[in-house]
């Protein structure tokens, strides 16, 4: 398993419940309060959006929420930086193209 238990600000990963978030449509197991990314990484799904121009997949790259490499949308709200923001209970994550959009589309 790739799950990421040392992040260089935030700290180690202690022992937590696990949770059930969605990602693209698809139900998966996470720890509470690890990074969005640290989750999709140890499920082995490396990219979290596309650029908009060539459509070349983009994952996590500096991992401290400087870049904007690893934005998804999360819970309807385009441009979250996942290497930063920690799991919760029943979050709907989505992959996104270029910057993202507001609402259905």
């Known amino acids: 398993m790739n799950r990421i238990v ?3 600000i935030l700290g ?5 419940e696990m949770v059930t978030i ?3 449509g698809e139900k998966i197991q996470a720890r509470k309060g ?4 640290a989750a999709l990484i ?3 799904k490396q990219y979290f959006r596309r650029t908009i ?7 996590i790259y ?4 400087r870049c904007t490499d690893c934005v998804m949308k999360v819970n309807g709200i385009p ?3 996942t290497c930063i923001t920690p799991v919760e209970e029943g979050m709907v994550i989505e992959s996104q193209i270029g910057v993202g959009t507001w609402g259905r589309g």
């Open 6 to 8: 040392e992040h260089p």
């Open 12 to 16: 180690h990963l202690e022992e937590t």
């Open 22 to 24: 969605t990602v693209d």
């Open 34 to 37: 690890e990074m969005i990314a």
């Open 42 to 44: 140890a499920t082995g």
């Open 53 to 59: 121009k060539l459509g070349e997949p983009r994952g």
């Open 62 to 65: 500096c991992g401290i929420g």
């Open 79 to 81: 441009n979250i930086r």
